[in-house]
């Protein structure tokens, strides 16, 4: 139980064009989810709060137009990196809360961005 | 603010030796701890968490870790390392409905 998936789990692409990441609760539902970007060697950093039927919440500095979330339902967000360039590669996570859990995040396995 | 701190970068243990990671945390009041391991160019697992109740938790792959709440601390613990278990681990907490916040991660190494 309680597993995230995300689509693709490996992306390269040229500069100036957007990416679609997806995440996936498949065995629970999740009216939040979280997306995080994870530098090599580093923690994981916070992006922002999707939260279903409504706007996601944006960490301070990470710019919502740059950065797409969708929720549209229960099991399903989607991060869009728009005209991405280099400095946007980057490993990024995403994580789901069970909505009879709500103490609890379970992460997908992670995207791995290079935009050249 | 909510804070976690993991004191060492790096953990290096004997196959079939205790192993201790090493975590504390800066917050007021009651504390939800997590820990989570990470292995390479993969998201991150749920090993156990502590919400309330017994201090001495128990998780996945036979890790366990202690809340220790005059110390600020949630070590995790295994008395048996795997090479198997050599991974990036991170505790993170919390706190008062805040997001969870990561420590920096300790990787671990568990030598042959």
């Known amino acids: 139980g309680a597993v995230v998936s995300q689509h693709p789990s490996w992306v390269i692409c040229k500069s100036g064009t957007s990416v679609k990441i997806e995440c996936r609760s498949l065995?629970?539902?999740?009216?939040?989810m979280f997306w995080y970007r994870q530098f090599p060697k580093q923690s994981l950093m916070l992006m922002a709060t999707s939260n279903e039927g409504s706007k996601a919440t944006y960490e301070q500095g990470v710019e919502k137009d740059k950065f797409l979330i969708n929720h549209a339902s229960l099991t399903l967000s989607t991060l869009t990196v728009t005209s991405a360039h280099p400095e946007d590669s980057s490993f990024y996570i995403c994580s789901a809360r069970n909505d009879q859990d709500q103490e609890t995040q379970y992460f997908g396995p992670g995207t791995r961005l290079l935009v050249l | 603010a909510q804070s976690v701190a993991q004191p060492e970068d790096q953990v290096n243990v004997a196959e079939g030796n205790p192993l201790t990671v090493k975590c504390t945390y800066s917050?007021?009041?009651?504390?939800?701890l997590f820990w989570y391991v990470q292995y390479p160019n993969r998201g991150l697992q749920f090993l156990l968490k502590?919400?309330?109740?017994?201090?001495l938790v128990k998780g996945s792959y036979g890790f366990e870790a202690e809340f220790n709440k005059s110390q600020t601390s949630f070590h995790l613990k295994k008395p048996s390392a795997l090479v198997s278990d050599s991974a990036l681990y991170f505790c993170a907490v919390i706190w008062a409905g805040n997001m969870l916040t990561f420590g920096g991660g300790t990787r671990l190494m568990v030598k042959p």
């Open positions: 917050v007021s009041g009651n504390p939800y």
């Open positions: 502590y919400i309330t109740g017994d201090n």
């Open positions: 065995d629970f539902q999740a009216t939040t």
